[in-house]
């Protein structure tokens, strides 16, 4: 994770057709300090993508070859590592709906040509501070219920952190809420879901506040009411991705206090998602099932909802060899259609040495 917010430390891939205004955009970001790497059109930008993680998009809409529509797509899809890079749309349409579209697409801004150059570096300065922000906030979620465990016994804080790093192992996300809906901890697999921003109905929900994350929404807030009266509470929400992959299931429990301390827990959000690359228990389904390394990613991909072909392109096999596999994968799991093998795979616990990938 990025922790500063140096230029010189921040790739910016340009995607622009139009090699004039490519070359004074360029030179524009380089001026300002950015690293910038270009490209002429989507495909180009794929290319560039197997081998760069950029730290911003810059990316022209009508290109040949492949648009910027249809490359925003295809990151959304394929590429849920760069979930939390910012995608910012350059187009000459300045018309609303051309902004609508874009929007509803998943860019994160527009700009409009002629370009405004003062417009364009504040507007990736901003972008690039927002995603740093919450990445600095979800790096010390743990620090608050540690501190204010260690009052009187010292072993109070020792054995909640080693509780908390066990959470870590789970496939699920976790987050621990207090009465003023402040996050007092949140696992490894939560911290992946909002940090890639993989669900933006759960991505909303974070707001920071006074460099505290607070958790906002109608059920959390009745949750930490029940909590407060020692009552009953669990609520179910089903979030849509914008990935088009399975939704992110989440639970909202209250926590009954049994103190009146300010950094107790009153309300726990559990949620799962199985379209996170980043979380794949590849080890354990080798050891498991005795699946081959192919077998255990191509179960990943049909869990996650890719179609055969699509597992094919990623994976640069043929459609027999994907359906051989398939076939391999039922037999040594013993499962017979996708909705039993993606409910055998949430099951499965992650190690920390796939979470940091």
């Not at 139009?18 to 950015?34: F, K, Q, S, T």
């Not at 998943?106 to 927002?130: C, E, S, W």
């Not at 596999?325 to 920390?352: E, G, M």
Request: some cysteine; hydrophobic content about 45%.
């Amino acid at each position: 994770m990025e922790n500063s917010l140096s230029p010189a430390d921040t790739i910016i891939l340009c995607v622009e057709d139009e090699v004039d205004l490519r070359e004074i955009l360029v030179e524009e970001m380089r001026d300002a300090g950015y690293q910038v790497i270009e490209a002429s059109d989507g495909k180009e930008a794929l290319v560039v993508l197997q081998q760069t993680r950029p730290s911003l998009i810059l990316c022209d809409i009508a290109m040949p070859r492949m648009d910027g529509y249809q490359l925003l797509q295809h990151i959304r899809v394929q590429h849920s590592e760069l979930a939390d890079v910012p995608f910012i749309f350059l187009s000459a349409q300045d018309q609303i709906g051309q902004i609508v579209s874009g929007k509803h697409a998943g860019a994160d801004d527009y700009l409009v040509k002629p370009v405004n150059f003062d417009l364009m570096l504040a507007t990736i300065d901003a972008r690039l501070r927002q995603v740093q922000r919450l990445r600095s906030q979800l790096q010390t979620q743990v620090v608050p219920i540690t501190n204010a465990a260690a009052g009187p016994d010292d072993g109070v804080s020792k054995v909640f952190q080693r509780i908390s790093k066990t959470l870590d192992f789970i496939n699920s996300g976790i987050v621990l809420l207090d009465a003023n809906a402040q996050t007092l901890l949140m696992n490894n697999t939560a911290k992946t879901v909002i940090n890639k921003a993989l669900c933006p109905d759960i991505t909303a929900m974070v707001k920071l506040s006074n460099e505290q994350t607070i958790w906002q929404h109608a059920a959390i807030r009745q949750a930490i009411i029940a909590s407060k009266n020692g009552d009953d509470y669990i609520d179910f929400l089903s979030l849509a991705c914008h990935t088009g992959q399975r939704d992110v299931l989440l639970t909202i429990c209250a926590l009954k206090a049994e103190s009146t301390y300010s950094d107790e827990p009153v309300v726990a959000l559990f949620f799962s998602h199985s379209g996170n690359n980043a979380l794949v228990p590849f080890k354990a389904l080798e050891a498991l099932f005795q699946l081959t390394p192919m077998e255990s990613r191509v179960a990943w991909a049909f869990a996650q909802g890719m179609r055969s072909e699509e597992i094919a392109q990623t994976f640069s096999i043929s459609m027999t060899t994907v359906a051989f596999h398939k076939r391999n994968i039922f037999q040594k799991t013993q499962t017979n259609r996708q909705a039993d093998l993606v409910a055998l795979l949430l099951t499965l616990p992650t190690t920390p040495s796939v979470m940091q990938h």
